[in-house]
């Protein structure tokens, strides 16, 4: 296609590249960040990549290679040659790094959410995509540019998370070929399953032992769903990237077509997470409370407290439902 294409051919045309991802990072964005630093890097390029916020980096992902070539958000220069928006469904999802972006010279946006709002010079944007992941590989492959066993494990690694483990509706044909193809080239597909998946903290044990144990079932709706408070945060010990995947595990119980996990931020706003069922999408929902996401993996931000965001959730699903 021929955005593909014009992608290829800005990126080797430039000299220096900028590269984030989105706040609130997950293993897609983070593996795709790392990936692209790692792969420019090594082009000769000059690569300023970075999360809007670096304080939000999710233990997790500490053991990927790349790290060392992240910098601060206030180390990109002024007018950046090519910018590139990895996983990032609107412009306010790049943080403080939007105003930089706009600077640039070409801006590159590698997104496969539906919602994209094609906010630059240059959309690659495809929501049959399995990750955003993909999307950098098939661009590595289209071009190629070859990759290193360090490149392969982080775009593994936004592989396997954004697919729940290839678990969910978006694992196709294709994410198989790819994850064949990255252990192929040298991705340590052990040791990424071993760190995101096998080596929680203590806290974060912690904070899955409260949400099971308060994790309640609407029937009529077929909704599972938990919460947890800052107090929650603060006792455990645990830091909010920590939480990103709780809500698979309300997933378990049987009649459950849709689950919400309510998180209360330091500043008393309420983050909802939605997963859900294939003929059940819940990104039309998030979208309608101000978010956005996926068709079966969404979420938003309410200013409500708990107890008025569950029951701004169950009025709108009622809503639906009827």
């Known amino acids: 296609m021929k955005e593909t294409r014009a992608a290829i051919e800005a990126i080797e045309a430039a000299s220096t590249i900028c590269v984030s991802s989105h706040v609130n990072p997950d293993g897609d964005g983070v593996g795709s960040l790392l990936a692209c630093a790692l792969l420019f890097n090594g082009m000769g390029k000059k690569v300023y990549a970075s999360l809007p916020d670096p304080s939000q980096y999710p233990p997790q992902y500490l053991f990927l290679p790349g790290r060392d070539l992240l910098c601060a958000p206030q180390e990109f220069p002024a007018d950046c040659g090519l910018f590139l928006a990895l996983d990032c469904s609107n412009p306010e999802r790049l943080g403080v790094l939007w105003e930089k972006a706009r600077e640039a010279r070409r801006l590159l946006n590698l997104d496969h959410h539906e919602d994209n709002r094609l906010f630059a010079t240059l959309n690659l944007v495809d929501p049959q995509a ?57 991705a340590d597909i052990h040791r990424v399953v071993k760190e995101v998946y096998e080596s929680q903290s203590l806290a974060y044990a912690r904070l899955l032992g409260r949400t099971l144990e308060r994790m309640q079932l609407v029937e009529d709706l077929g909704l599972a769903y938990s919460y947890l408070t800052r107090e929650d945060l603060r006792e455990s010990g645990a830091v909010l990237p920590e939480t990103e995947d709780l809500i698979d595990h309300l997933r378990i119980v049987r009649g459950a077509r849709l689950v919400a996990l309510f998180k209360e931020l330091e500043d008393g706003r309420i983050r909802v997470s939605l997963r859900s069922e294939d003929d059940h999408p819940v990104g039309p929902v998030a979208r309608a409370l101000g978010g956005g996401g996926h068709a079966n993996a969404a979420g938003y931000t309410s200013e409500k407290d708990l107890q008025a965001s569950l029951q701004e959730l169950l009025g709108m699903l009622r809503g639906g439902h009827d």
């Open 130 to 186: 399995s990750s955003t992941s993909e999307l950098v590989y098939r661009l590595v492959k289209e071009a190629g540019w070859g990759i290193t066993g360090e490149v392969a494990t982080c775009l593994y690694t936004g592989l396997v998370t954004d697919t729940g483990r290839f678990q969910h509706r978006n694992t196709t044909p294709q994410a198989f070929t790819m994850a064949a193809e990255l252990a192929a080239a040298g």
